[in-house]
């Protein structure tokens, strides 16, 4: 979860989503880790994405959610170094709990190098690599930290490994072109940003930087102009460009993109002035400290030990009013261990700073079903089918919710019809059949039901269903 691999006030990596969404995997939502990484649902996905049905329950109390009063009453420098050491002692009980998990691992080289100490954070993110040589995230992470060290030879070693796990890994495509061009091997740099991919801004400005090199200046051209379509702040670009064009022998449009740089340039300087003005150093250390609690609470999860990831979630949304992912494990715990009316309070505030996020208006709904308020229930699933109309979860708990309560029953219907038709799984079938039998269509009930039992043979629900509507006069 989040942005690049240089620890930047507060940054996180986002790398290695398998593992960083291990407790959806483990325990969330019923559209299924498929959805929540928008991609097509798994055969199981609402089974995996029932919290109720999840089978990692715990009935223990709410830990205390409240930063150690010593801490709170210290100055704000003495609160920030026991908050990064609290950091580095978290992670480092973790790896003493799990020596051998390579997520553990890598956390640590991820805080250490947060830290600034960039030797520790290259020697553990080379032994999570020991651990599972397949991530790509750690080479990755090692790559960018050997470029920030000018060390271009090794980066490229790195980024060439992560690029050979993970093709797509664009950070490190990026990158790797970077690298290169600071070796002065611009044609390999440009061949390997050529590739069929949607560069950014920069993948373009990078791309018009090798081309300049090269004395290609019409493609150079052509990529510095991408780059500030896409991005019209980009400062370098603008330089690049008006060098360029110099080559060209257009001095006009040159001098032109060189005031722009010129300008850009010194709104750049007067807002590093400001930033560093305004630096809440105590604001960036507790989202920093927020997101490792979070992390380490994954890692914890995926070895089934519920309550401390529990206590470190709780610590996060203290921390960070702005961190949604650990608010989001909270709601799930909450949600599977019947805790609803905790668990809406945090997909509330979720929803409150992303109200675009169809799977939380999902789970949401499926709570106010548990606390027999079919009317949110309602507002939350056709919510749910607005923001992510294709996917049939949504439409399937809003037919259920229907039948439930015997209302709106041609609604349910055609809702149980689109999730059919969304996704021809046994499951709606089957709900297609319940709702079919509602409105008393025996036909169409008999035959949704020997649809659901051809695809899923041994279920004997449906087997008894379809038995009780033959036998039916």
């Not at 930063?67 to 978290?90: C, I, K």
């Not at 954070?121 to 090692?142: G, T, Y």
């Not at 650990?326 to 929803?351: D, F, M, N, S």
């Not at 037919?399 to 499951?427: C, D, F, G, H, S």
Request: charged content about 25%; aromatic content about 6%; some cysteine.
């Amino acid at each position: 979860m989040r942005r690049q691999h240089e620890r930047n006030v507060g940054g996180r990596e986002p790398s290695r989503i398998a593992w960083i969404f291990v407790v959806v995997i483990a325990v969330v939502v019923c559209a299924g880790v498929a959805w929540w990484m928008r991609s097509e649902p798994s055969q199981d996905a609402r089974g995996a994405g029932d919290p109720e049905r999840s089978g990692l329950v715990s009935t223990e109390p709410n830990p205390a959610p409240v930063l150690n009063a010593g801490v709170a009453s210290l100055p704000p420098a003495e609160q920030e170094r026991a908050l990064r050491l609290e950091q580095l002692r978290t992670v480092e009980r973790l790896v003493a709990a799990f020596p051998q998990s390579d997520d553990a691992v890598y956390l640590l080289g991820l805080v250490h190098n947060e830290q600034g100490d960039t030797a520790s954070a290259i020697k553990f993110w080379q032994k999570s690599l020991e651990l599972d040589p397949s991530r790509s995230d750690a080479n990755d992470s090692l790559g960018n930290a050997l470029l920030l060290r000018d060390e271009y030879e090794k980066a490229e070693e790195y980024f060439r490994k992560a690029l050979a796990i993970d093709p797509g890994l664009a950070t490190a495509n990026a990158r790797l072109a970077s690298a290169l061009i600071h070796q002065g091997k611009m044609r390999e740099a440009a061949s390997i940003l050529e590739k069929p991919s949607a560069l950014n801004a920069d993948g373009h400005r990078l791309l018009g930087e090798a081309y300049q090199h090269l004395g290609e200046f019409e493609k150079a051209k052509a990529s510095y102009m991408k780059a500030v379509a896409l991005n019209s702040d980009l400062t370098e670009a603008y330089y690049g460009l008006s060098k360029v064009l110099n080559r060209l022998g257009d001095r006009e449009q040159a001098d032109k993109h060189f005031q722009t740089f010129s300008v850009l340039r010194e709104r750049a300087d007067e807002r590093g002035r400001q930033v560093r003005a305004d630096y809440d150093t105590m604001a960036i250390t507790k989202k920093s400290v927020a997101q490792t609690h979070t992390d380490v609470g994954r890692v914890y999860v995926k070895a089934g030990r519920l309550r401390e990831s529990e206590e470190l979630w709780l610590k996060a949304a203290e921390l960070d009013p702005k961190n949604s992912l650990c608010r989001l494990q909270l709601a799930v715990v909450y949600q599977q261990t019947g805790r609803h009316r905790e668990a809406l309070k945090y997909y509330e505030e979720i929803a409150k700073a992303d109200p675009n996020d169809a799977l939380v208006q999902l789970n949401m709904g499926r709570v106010w079903v548990k606390l027999n308020d079919a009317e949110q229930a309602e507002q939350a699933f056709t919510q749910a089918i607005r923001l992510a109309p294709n996917q049939p979860e949504s439409h399937s708990s809003l037919a259920e919710l229907y039948l439930q309560n015997r209302i709106k029953l041609a609604e349910a219907v055609a809702l149980a019809e689109t999730a059919v038709k969304l996704a021809p799984e046994a499951k709606y079938y089957a709900l297609l059949g319940q709702a079919y039998a509602m409105v008393n269509d025996r036909a169409g009930a008999l035959a949704a039901f020997n649809r659901a039992i051809e695809l899923q043979p041994d279920n004997r629900q449906y087997v008894q269903f379809r038995t009780m509507l033959l036998e039916k006069p």
